[in-house]
């Protein structure tokens, strides 16, 4: 403290530094997604039904596209299956 009763610069400085570090952490837990909670891609769960029982979106392409092109969607979809799993997910910080 200095002589008026105001703290020095420092002290000042060192309290406004302590201030920023416990906000820090409040907006970092805040960002983390919390246990429970699934961050995976893709977020929507249409499409995470659909990537996780690929013999749906076979179905669901037979429907749309008629039996007559079955086989071919079938076979671009399983290159596109191939394709994603040599993909490797984006690290998390």
Known sequence: MTDGGKPSLSEQRQSIRGQL?????VVAQQLTPAT???SRFP???????????PELLARLAT?????????DVSATL???R???R??????MK
Not at 21 to 25: A, G, I, K, T
């Open 43 to 53: 977020r929507s769960m249409t499409m995470r039904l659909l990537i996780d029982r």
């Open 36 to 38: 429970g909670v699934q």
């Open 21 to 25: 570090l416990l906000q820090r952490e």
């Open 82 to 84: 191939q394709l994603a």
């Open 63 to 71: 429907l749309l596209a008629g039996a007559r092109f079955a086989g």
């Open 78 to 80: 399983d290159m596109l």
């Open 86 to 91: 040599r993909r490797s997910p984006l690290p």
